[in-house]
């Protein structure tokens, strides 16, 4: 164990606990817990956007994957950026304006009933659960491969950390270091990409020439099909990265984080521009780490590629650069999981508990501590289930989440904005057939069943023959939002007009 390894780590978590500290002194409210009071900035929320979007699938996952399988590695890259665009002209304003803390009261300031509020906290809480996984996995390869500490041991790690902050700081915690975190990534990025470039003798064209022949692959490694063979497989896979953003429950929770709509487009643009610059460093990581460290050594360390990057750090700068990207990637792990755990227990302490089994009647103390509990019980389940994930690529992990993401929340979101007939059946339907669709799906794909044995966690032929349903479940999402309005009488044109004003305008009765 490398000294300047544990001095980094501790200084990363001592200036996350510093924030945490400050930040509990400002939490008093649930307004306060769940979206920082609506106080952030436009760039500040931006920052903490990127600082939440830009996870272990980002950093650990698509620098593995690009290592590993060349320009397939960059479809994640390619999907997650392009997915922003979906947020910002279709989501970001009138999210902000109909909804207070969560998705589900955005889609009830139109229906107003508890199923849809139900429905809407369960595709929350199914789509964190999916996220989690990934970023604690990728928390768990991270630490197991610097501290020589058992895999479920780095997991409860990670675990403890993320709960304490939620429990103690709220949004305004979570948020800063969010923001903390998504500049150290920059800056760690920027660097390593800076010295492959300095290998390269600062020639990009010169790059490209030498990865056709560093690997086994040979010129296959800069074309499509070296991982994704089955061309309708890699449509599916990018329908789940380019619209899964804009379902995705703790993205959309950050615009409730800033005063107003307009606010919101800004946080978006902050977004979308620190994420694209990121993404376009990706391949210098990938190649990098190709070239530097090595096939053979990456599959050592973790058999899904997860540590590329921190073992490019260390080919490249020695240890310390390996221990602050290290550190990085651990702070990368805890403000993502954080803001998480954040949304998973906000839909249950204010969806379920306060506004359907309470009806509404509930104290702002009373659903705090709701929101503490709830907290908890995400946490524990979350790290249950990351305990038998371990050998799984955690960029390939949350692109599940994604598809889930887009077959049970866009559709819903669209229809609610924009189609003047949908309505209760519709909204039900809607996110009951995506969710359920692309749940059973994958539980039936090779994900779950490969006749290889130690490929998948069981071993038997697939039924679905594709890794990713979304080409199959985001349609069948769409589909089941139209017949279920279409089967239902219930029309209801004049609160469709209210929605309408109030998504545009922000205008509050």
């Given at each position: 164990?490398?000294?300047?390894?544990?001095?980094?780590?501790?200084?990363?978590?001592?200036?996350?606990?510093?924030?945490?500290?400050?930040?509990?002194?400002?939490?008093?409210?649930?307004?306060?817990?769940?979206?920082?009071?609506?106080?952030?900035?436009?760039?500040?929320?931006?920052?903490?956007?990127?600082?939440?979007?830009?996870?272990?699938?980002?950093?650990?996952?698509?620098?593995?994957?690009?290592?590993?399988?060349?320009?397939?590695?960059?479809?994640?890259?390619?999907?997650?950026?392009?997915?922003?665009?979906?947020?910002?002209?279709?989501?970001?304003?009138?999210?902000?304006?109909?909804?207070?803390?969560?998705?589900?009261?955005?889609?009830?300031?139109?229906?107003?009933?508890?199923?849809?509020?139900?429905?809407?906290?369960?595709?929350?809480?199914?789509?964190?659960?999916?996220?989690?996984?990934?970023?604690?996995?990728?928390?768990?390869?991270?630490?197991?491969?610097?501290?020589?500490?058992?895999?479920?041991?780095?997991?409860?790690?990670?675990?403890?950390?993320?709960?304490?902050?939620?429990?103690?700081?709220?949004?305004?915690?979570?948020?800063?270091?969010?923001?903390?975190?998504?500049?150290?990534?920059?800056?760690?990025?920027?660097?390593?990409?800076?010295?492959?470039?300095?290998?390269?003798?600062?020639?990009?064209?010169?790059?490209?020439?030498?990865?056709?022949?560093?690997?086994?692959?040979?010129?296959?490694?800069?074309?499509?099909?070296?991982?994704?063979?089955?061309?309708?497989?890699?449509?599916?896979?990018?329908?789940?990265?380019?619209?899964?953003?804009?379902?995705?429950?703790?993205?959309?929770?950050?615009?409730?984080?800033?005063?107003?709509?307009?606010?919101?487009?800004?946080?978006?643009?902050?977004?979308?521009?620190?994420?694209?610059?990121?993404?376009?460093?990706?391949?210098?990581?990938?190649?990098?780490?190709?070239?530097?460290?090595?096939?053979?050594?990456?599959?050592?360390?973790?058999?899904?590629?997860?540590?590329?990057?921190p073992l490019l750090a260390e080919a490249l700068g020695g240890d310390f650069l390996m221990s602050f990207v290290s550190a990085v990637a651990f702070a990368t792990i805890l403000a993502v999981v954080a803001g998480l755990v954040l949304s998973g227990a906000?839909?249950?302490?204010?969806?379920?508990?306060?506004?359907?089994?309470?009806?509404?009647?509930?104290?702002?103390?009373?659903?705090?501590?709701?929101?503490?509990?709830?907290?908890?019980?995400?946490?524990?389940f979350s790290i249950l289930l990351a305990l038998f994930a371990q050998n799984m690529n955690v960029a390939f992990l949350v692109s599940l989440a994604f598809c889930v993401a887009a077959s049970a929340n866009l559709p819903v979101i669209i229809y609610t904005?924009?189609?003047?007939?949908?309505?209760?059946?519709?909204?039900?339907?809607?996110?009951?057939?995506?969710?359920?669709?692309?749940?059973?799906?994958?539980?039936?794909?090779?994900?779950?069943?490969?006749?290889?044995?130690?490929?998948?966690?069981?071993?038997?032929?697939?039924?679905?023959?594709?890794?990713?349903?979304?080409?199959?479940?985001?349609?069948?999402?769409?589909?089941?939002?139209?017949?279920?309005?279409?089967?239902?009488?219930?029309?209801?044109?004049?609160?469709?007009?209210?929605?309408k004003v109030k998504a545009n305008t922000g205008y509050r009765e």
């Amino acid at each position: 164990m490398n000294a300047s390894v544990v001095i980094m780590f501790l200084l990363i978590v001592a200036l996350t606990l510093v924030v945490t500290y400050y930040a509990a002194k400002k939490t008093k409210t649930t307004g306060d817990f769940y979206t920082a009071g609506g106080g952030l900035t436009g760039w500040q929320n931006g920052l903490a956007i990127a600082g939440d979007y830009l996870s272990a699938a980002s950093f650990l996952g698509i620098a593995g994957a690009i290592a590993l399988f060349g320009f397939d590695g960059f479809f994640y890259s390619i999907g997650f950026l392009i997915a922003y665009l979906v947020v910002l002209f279709i989501v970001a304003e009138p999210l902000r304006n109909l909804g207070k803390y969560t998705l589900a009261d955005m889609i009830n300031a139109r229906f107003d009933a508890k199923k849809v509020r139900g429905v809407a906290a369960l595709n929350t809480i199914t789509i964190v659960i999916f996220y989690m996984i990934a970023q604690l996995v990728g928390a768990g390869a991270l630490i197991q491969l610097l501290f020589g500490l058992d895999y479920w041991v780095a997991v409860l790690i990670v675990g403890v950390m993320m709960t304490i902050y939620v429990l103690f700081g709220g949004m305004t915690a979570t948020s800063w270091v969010q923001i903390i975190k998504a500049v150290l990534l920059m800056i760690g990025t920027i660097i390593i990409s800076f010295l492959v470039l300095a290998k390269f003798d600062f020639n990009i064209l010169s790059m490209f020439s030498e990865m056709k022949t560093v690997t086994s692959h040979g010129a296959e490694y800069l074309q499509p099909g070296l991982k994704y063979t089955d061309p309708l497989g890699t449509i599916s896979l990018m329908i789940a990265l380019v619209l899964g953003t804009a379902g995705l429950p703790h993205i959309l929770m950050r615009f409730f984080t800033v005063k107003d709509a307009k606010t919101a487009r800004s946080s978006v643009v902050t977004a979308t521009w620190v994420v694209g610059i990121f993404y376009v460093l990706t391949i210098f990581l990938g190649f990098g780490a190709a070239a530097f460290v090595g096939f053979d050594t990456i599959l050592e360390a973790n058999p899904a590629g997860n540590m590329a990057a921190p073992l490019l750090a260390e080919a490249l700068g020695g240890d310390f650069l390996m221990s602050f990207v290290s550190a990085v990637a651990f702070a990368t792990i805890l403000a993502v999981v954080a803001g998480l755990v954040l949304s998973g227990a906000s839909a249950f302490a204010h969806d379920i508990y306060g506004q359907i089994i309470k009806k509404g009647k509930i104290s702002d103390k009373e659903q705090m501590l709701a929101a503490k509990y709830a907290s908890l019980g995400v946490a524990v389940f979350s790290i249950l289930l990351a305990l038998f994930a371990q050998n799984m690529n955690v960029a390939f992990l949350v692109s599940l989440a994604f598809c889930v993401a887009a077959s049970a929340n866009l559709p819903v979101i669209i229809y609610t904005i924009y189609w003047r007939r949908f309505n209760t059946a519709g909204a039900v339907s809607a996110m009951l057939t995506g969710l359920l669709t692309s749940v059973i799906l994958v539980i039936i794909s090779p994900n779950v069943f490969s006749p290889v044995e130690g490929a998948a966690i069981f071993v038997g032929d697939p039924i679905f023959p594709f890794t990713n349903p979304a080409i199959v479940s985001v349609p069948l999402g769409f589909i089941g939002g139209y017949v279920g309005t279409l089967l239902s009488k219930e029309v209801n044109l004049k609160r469709y007009a209210k929605v309408k004003v109030k998504a545009n305008t922000g205008y509050r009765e």
